[in-house]
């Protein structure tokens, strides 16, 4: 799934794709995108001719296109979500699910969703917020976001520290692959219990995180296959600078030790294991 810096990257292609611009015409291509739209797919595609969009928004992973009438259009890019801008006569990508033509006579959107986890749908009057998202915590590029304020409260959680790190409702925008980036910057292995760990030692691994998603983003985020791309097409290449995720039996590339890979919540961590050693069941809390 797209974490921060992939969708934080989509969300500035869609700027300049889409702010401004009036919709002429919506055409749904298969129903499932739009699955929670109440009026089903006719309605929904009627209830969008004719708004104009303001600046795309995001807050961790998830991504709204603001309407200038106050309402919003949520997107959830899912495993596979696309959004892609092409003009009218260029085919149409693979797994393209829906079309919007706009006033101007000018390249279209398109989403495509391949495994077709994600969706779209309108929210009444999200257009600063939706109401869909109040539970999803900011992320770490949040300017809003206080970092020792964060830092306490995941210090009262007993959980490993990984599966705080993965609770978008503490923090968002952290997935399985930078959470696996961060943890390695600040040599924590993932089941090392949240409330064990000293102030001093979250407020680095957060910051870690921080650098991490950053320098993602720089690079267009992360992108193993053809599943994530920008609204362009393109691809990320970040996936050349990981030092963890991926990695098993690759040397660690701050101590050489070759790194492993560990089933973790249906998934996988990778680390090193002598870096990032397994906590001790008498680890005294800082």
């Keep these: 799934m797209p974490e921060l810096p992939e969708v934080e990257v989509v969300r500035r292609g869609l700027v300049t794709a889409v702010a401004g611009r009036t919709v002429s ?6 129903t499932r995108p739009v699955r929670r739209h109440p009026g089903g797919p006719e309605d929904f595609a009627q209830s ?6 303001a600046e795309p928004k995001r807050r961790g992973k998830y991504l709204w296109l603001p309407f200038a009438d106050g309402d919003a259009l949520l997107a959830h890019l899912g ?9 009218q006569e260029q085919p149409l990508p693979p797994h393209c699910r829906v079309m919007f033509g706009f006033t101007d006579g000018g390249p279209q959107l398109r989403f495509a969703d391949q495994r077709m986890f994600g969706g779209l749908a309108i929210s009444p009057g999200g257009a600063d917020a939706p109401a869909e998202l109040a539970h999803i915590a900011l992320d770490l590029l949040d300017p809003e976001l206080d970092l020792s304020v964060l830092a306490a409260r995941i210090r009262t959680r007993s959980s490993g520290i990984k599966r705080v790190l993965l609770n978008q409702e503490i ?33 680095e691994l957060l910051q870690a995180a921080h650098q991490v998603m950053t320098a993602a983003l720089a690079a267009g985020g992360t992108s ?5 791309v920008n609204v362009n097409g393109s691809s990320g290449y970040f996936e050349r600078s990981l030092n963890a995720y991926g990695r098993e039996g690759l040397p660690c590339l701050r101590c050489g030790r070759p790194m492993v890979r560990e089933p973790f919540m249906n ?20």
Excluded at 25 to 30: A, E, G, N, P, S
Excluded at 79 to 87: I, P
Excluded at 224 to 228: A, I, K, Q, R, V
Excluded at 267 to 286: K, Y
Aim: hydrophobic content about 35%; overall charge positive; aromatic content about 10%.
């Design 48 to 53: 969008l001719v004719g708004r104009t969009f």
């Design 79 to 87: 495993m596979s979500g696309q959004f892609r801008l092409d003009g």
């Design 267 to 286: 998934r996988s961590s990778f680390r090193c294991p002598s870096c990032q050693r397994s906590p001790r069941r008498d680890a005294v809390r800082g």
């Design 171 to 203: 923090v968002s925008g952290i997935g399985n692959i930078y959470a696996d980036e961060s943890l390695w910057l600040a040599k924590l292995h993932y089941d090392t219990p949240a409330d064990r760990l000293s102030r001093a030692k979250v407020i």
């Design 25 to 30: 015409d919506v055409q749904v291509l298969h």
């Design 224 to 228: 193993f296959d053809s599943l994530y």
